[in-house]
T-cell receptor, first 110, second 116 residues
């Protein structure tokens, strides 16, 4: 079955510092991969998605992700974190339904 | 354009009761999917409805059921509630173009169900 793994449960980063969230996928073919963000009390918002083509994907809110087939990874990055980026982030793979990773909680310290 | 709406936003029930949650998709969207989010199991797919028919189903017991109406609004029902059913239930809608493998899903804010 298709699945994604997020190795980091919680990450703390200083405001203005860079952020990288890890995601590893298990899928036989080229996966449809996504990053979602969830703020407290909110639903899920799509940050970016990868289907094929350019392996560096730009998303909303200044986020980007890089698809690396050789490492089965789809890591999310942001060069400079803002306090409003504190949230839970989910990596997901699509195979007629979304299968999510366990999520990574990001805390931003002043 | 209005987003996905879910009602009620919060619900408290006791064990053994049943509950019905409602989801109104974005106007024009024909597919509605339901997900359960718990601290222990994370986000899990429940089922998807398209044109009033269940198209895909996750690995949940038969106590979890759903339906979709002709206006694409969807309801999910949980019968004989258990403590473990306490969760955030998220609904997502998509356009679901004919023949398209993937259609972007837009999520609602969820219904927080607490079972006492």
């Amino acid at each position: 079955a298709q699945s994604v793994t997020q190795p980091d449960i919680h990450i703390t980063v200083s405001e203005g510092a860079s952020l990288e969230l890890r995601c590893n996928y298990s899928y036989g073919a080229t996966p449809y991969l996504f990053w979602y963000v969830q703020s407290p009390g909110q639903g899920l918002q799509l940050l970016l998605k990868y289907f094929s083509g350019d392996t560096l994907v730009q998303g909303i809110k200044g986020f980007e992700a890089e698809f690396k087939r050789s490492q089965s990874s789809f890591n999310l990055r942001k060069p400079s974190v803002h306090w409003s980026d504190a949230a839970e982030y989910f990596c997901a793979v699509y195979d007629y339904k979304l299968s999510f990773g366990a999520g990574t909680t990001v805390t931003v310290r002043a | 354009k209005a987003g996905v709406t879910q009602t009620p936003r919060y619900l408290i029930k006791t064990r053994g009761q049943q509950v019905t949650l409602s989801c109104s998709p974005i106007s024009g969207h024909r597919s509605v999917s339901w997900y359960q989010q718990t601290p222990g199991q994370g986000l899990q797919f429940l089922f998807e409805y398209f044109s009033e028919t269940q198209r895909n189903k996750g690995n949940f017991p038969g106590r979890f059921s759903g339906r979709q109406f002709s206006n694409s609004r969807s309801e999910m029902n949980v019968s004989t509630l258990e403590l473990g059913d306490s969760a955030l239930y998220l609904c997502a809608s998509s356009l679901s173009f004919r023949g398209a493998y993937y259609n972007e899903q837009f999520f609602g804010p969820g219904t927080r169900l607490t079972v006492l």
